[in-house]
């Protein structure tokens, strides 16, 4: 990643919007507890690019012409310092890279900001729940990065873009060169905070996904910035696609645990799949005990 604040040619610095540059200041200066949850966030925004990928296709096979199964890849260089988050999903456009990262604020922005005010300690009210909830779990990478590097291909696009910001108020969007870029999908890759290096370990990466994506339907593995093989974290065989003979009641009350934050086991496990002129899948736990929040 480049230390270069300029834009090279063809690139456009552009502002944050004033409650995206809120967020992002509450980001840099998170007192969070659980820092973590920034590689929760981004699995699962790379799982949704993949998802609405498929669904795409649906109308347009030929953007999944290449035959390449879907995948998340986690890239841990610890001698660079930097973590990247790849997938091979739907990708986005330079408009979309703007819309979606920098200046106009998803409608949960407004709605964290309004709730975190509230909040004297945010790190005792569980902040990573709050991140999740509110949709704005693409900007909970700054609690850990002193600079944020995207790289997208939209699926079909002969064009590549790259959005790099280090959060202090202003983005830069510029195209990039296709052999630099994703064939497909997007690549964030986070320069970390001296303070945040332990997230380029892959003993903290592996505990990170077995605690929060085990049970994403997309598979991620684990590459190191040396060169070595990859690691396989989670086969993304989500729990509600297996057939439910295969399912064990040991295994219902993991995703349970993971899912709901609870320690309890669910008083009622409900799951089915419906096919006919729709299709889809149907699991639902009602918890034995009331949630403390």
């Known amino acids: ?46 799982a949704d690019a993949c998802e609405r ?3 795409l296709a649906l109308d347009r096979p030929e953007l999944l012409a290449d035959g390449d199964a879907f995948k998340i890849a986690i890239i841990a260089d610890k001698g660079a310092g930097t973590l990247t988050v790849t997938d091979n999903g739907s990708g986005m456009s330079r408009q979309e890279l703007i819309e979606n990262l920098g200046t106009i604020a998803r409608s949960g922005t ?5 709730n975190a005010a ?34 997208s291909r939209q699926a079909g696009s002969g064009e590549a873009w790259r959005w790099r910001s280090d959060g202090r108020g202003a983005f830069t969007v510029e195209p990039v060169a296709l052999d630099a870029a994703p064939p497909r999908g997007t ?6 905070a001296e303070d945040a290096r332990e997230f380029a370990d892959p003993a903290t990466i592996e505990r990170v996904v077995a605690e929060y994506s085990a049970h994403v339907p997309v598979p991620i593995v684990l590459a190191m910035g040396d060169g070595a093989a990859e690691k396989t974290l989670a086969d993304g065989s989500a729990l509600w696609r297996k057939p439910k003979s295969s399912v064990t009641p040991a295994e219902y009350n993991e ?35 009331k949630p403390f929040d």
């Open 53 to 55: 990928l498929r669904m």
């Open 187 to 192: 690549r964030v890759t986070l320069k970390l």
């Open 1 to 46: 990643m480049s230390d270069d604040k300029t834009p090279p040619a063809g690139g456009e610095t552009l502002s944050f919007e004033a409650e995206v540059s809120r967020l992002l200041h509450m980001m840099v200066h998170a007192v969070y507890s659980d820092r973590e949850v920034f590689l929760r966030e981004l699995i699962s925004n790379a």
């Open 110 to 114: 407004r709605a964290f900001l309004e």
């Open 118 to 151: 509230t909040r004297d300690d945010p790190a005792k009210d569980k902040g990573a729940a709050l991140i999740g909830q509110f949709g704005v779990g693409f900007y909970s990478a700054f609690m850990v990065a002193s600079e944020v590097e995207v790289v």
């Open 255 to 289: 995703f349970y645990g993971h899912v709901s934050g609870q320690f309890d086991e669910p008083a009622l496990t409900i799951n089915y799949r419906a096919e006919g002129r729709h299709e889809y899948s149907v699991l639902l736990f009602i918890p034995s005990v």
